[in-house]
């Protein structure tokens, strides 16, 4: 039995990590867009944006071992429902991502796929089966 103490200890922890863990995404995500926007108009030599690439690489490795952290805070519950949500996801976007992309192939849709629809369907994946799965183990 896990006494009140312990637990708001480690309730505090996660939301530690999980700050840690946004900052790092957030931090992902800026430098993203700011890669995006700033190659060709900010500048035209292709250093600088390779440059802005490894410092994209070297902060998505930093979120990645941020997530890790955040998922050692975890309970058994919690990692069951992450681990649950992450095989649907990873099962959903193969199955439909590969249909995806063979349906220009086949002819069926005219346009060529775009990885950025893939990545909203993987964050829309992800947080639906959290939800379900927090939902049903309430």
Do not use: H
């Not at 292709?46 to 690489?57: C, D, P, R, S, V």
């Not at 979120?63 to 069951?80: P, S």
């Not at 990873?90 to 796929?113: A, H």
């Amino acid at each position: 039995q896990m006494c009140i103490r312990d637990r708001n200890r480690i309730m505090k922890e996660q939301k530690k990590q999980t700050k840690v863990m946004l900052g790092w995404t957030l931090a992902w995500v800026a430098s993203l867009a700011f890669l995006s926007g700033a190659e060709n108009t900010l500048w035209n030599d292709l250093i600088y944006t390779k440059i802005g690439l490894l410092i994209n690489l070297a902060i998505g490795i930093g979120m990645i071992i941020a997530n890790k952290n955040l998922f050692k805070t975890y309970d058994e519950l919690q990692k069951k429902i992450q681990f649950e949500a992450m095989a649907i996801t990873l099962g959903l976007v193969v199955v439909v991502g590969l249909t995806y992309e063979v349906s220009f192939d086949f002819g069926i849709i005219n346009k060529e796929p775009e990885f950025e629809y893939l990545m909203l369907f993987i964050c829309f994946s992800y947080m639906a089966t959290n939800i379900i799965n927090s939902l049903r183990y309430r």
